[in-house]
């Protein structure tokens, strides 16, 4: 009784200092976060107005790949077509815009509303498909819905070929900080907040009992429906919810491009967004931001090295990236981090 009575101490111990160990990793987070939001604000005054819209675009792919790997990386269905929920949330902000004059910041939740809607209800048939077969399905999405866009009895709402042009909306004030505002450093600001609200939203999200139970099913199916999860719901409300990020992202890409056009959003934009999120690492909510810088900024400098054949430098950086970094580039940085901790660990044994 006396073993166990003095091994229960420090066990009794123990949590309250893993609960503090927990606090301080929380609130180190918290501060290098927004240390880097502080940061991003004051860098658009600090670049050319063509930086300030790719790293707009980064932003906006961010989003965009934060609502994929939400269905892919944490519920494990494969989509090939949320190019298509993309384009849905840029013609939801962009005939809001052009046809009933409403301001830009009301289409977000607009788009999103709509592509969460949209992703539910073709969440429900694709229950029955797994894998591959999801992932045709989806693909057949990706497809068809440009050339959906251009049929001639819709042509009156989307414009056709032709597509829809904007314009960028003005600055609410002229200056900020004492530093001049204009459209493209606007909107990088305004991309920057609901980026950081979606961003929010999606990590109380996946660190929450919805997150669980979408990796349970992930991981072993029969075992979480056996525990009481209902799959076919958790598995739609994937589908709505990464839905609606893709869209938000599309509206904030239409304001941010000030045109919409079937053809810029082709099954190659679905595709990149799946590179990008592999590149960026699977079921990890920072890696949407190294997955986008991937896919904004590799297809320029594979043009800047080869003009003849850019993308065949393209498929070669991203091989690179796969030999190099089989897990993304979130998993190679853990890894790296773990093999600094055990390399410190083991110093500071040998010392000892």
């Known amino acids: 009784m ?3 009575t003095s091994d ?30 502080a940061a991003a604000c004051v860098l658009p005054f600090m670049v050319s107005n063509y930086r300030v819209f790719q790293l707009t675009m980064v932003l906006i ?50 788009a999103g509303a ?11 048939p694709a229950l029955r498909l797994e894998g591959v077969y999801l992932a045709l399905a989806t693909f057949a999405l990706g497809v068809a819905l440009p050339q959906l866009l251009k049929y001639k009895h819709l042509e009156a709402w989307t414009g056709g070929v032709q597509g829809i042009s904007l314009t960028k909306p003005d600055p609410p004030f002229a200056t900020l900080f004492g530093a001049k505002l204009n459209p493209d450093r606007w909107l990088f600001l305004f991309t ?23 990796i349970a099913i992930r ?20 589908f709505g919810v990464s839905a609606m990020f893709t869209g938000v992202a599309g509206a904030l890409g239409a304001i941010a491009v000030a045109f919409v056009a079937p053809d810029s959003f082709t099954i190659f934009l679905s595709i990149s ?36 054949a850019p993308w065949a430098i393209y498929g070669a950086l991203m091989i690179v990236f796969m030999y190099v970094m089989p897990t ?3 998993g190679a940085m853990r890894l790296a981090w773990l093999r600094l901790s055990r390399r410190k660990a083991g110093r500071g044994s040998t010392a000892a």
């Open 192 to 214: 920057l907040a609901v980026t950081v609200a979606m961003f929010v939203l999606g990590w109380n999200l996946l660190r929450g009992r919805v997150g669980r139970a979408l």
């Open 273 to 308: 967004l799946m590179v990008g999120m592999v590149v960026g690492g699977l079921a990890s909510i920072t890696g949407a931001f190294w997955g986008a810088l991937f896919i904004q900024f590799v297809p320029n400098l594979a043009d800047q090295i080869s003009k003849a």
């Open 328 to 330: 993304g580039i979130v």
């Open 114 to 124: 709509v592509c969460l809607v949209a992703g539910f209800l073709f969440g429900l």
């Open 8 to 37: 229960a101490a420090p066990l009794q111990a123990a949590p309250a200092q893993a609960s503090g160990g927990v606090r301080d990793w929380s609130s180190r987070w918290v501060l290098a976060c927004v240390i880097v939001v």
């Open 61 to 110: 792919y961010a989003v965009a790949l934060l609502g994929l790997n939400i269905l892919t990386g944490y519920n494990g269905q494969i989509s090939l077509g949320h190019g298509a929920f993309y384009a849905i949330g840029a013609y939801v902000a962009a005939i809001m815009m052009d046809h009933f004059g409403l301001p830009y910041w009301a289409t977000i939740p607009a």
């Open 2 to 4: 006396e073993a166990i």
């Open 219 to 238: 991981d072993q199916p029969i075992a979480a429906s056996t525990m009481g999860i209902n799959n076919a719901l958790y598995k739609s409300l994937a």
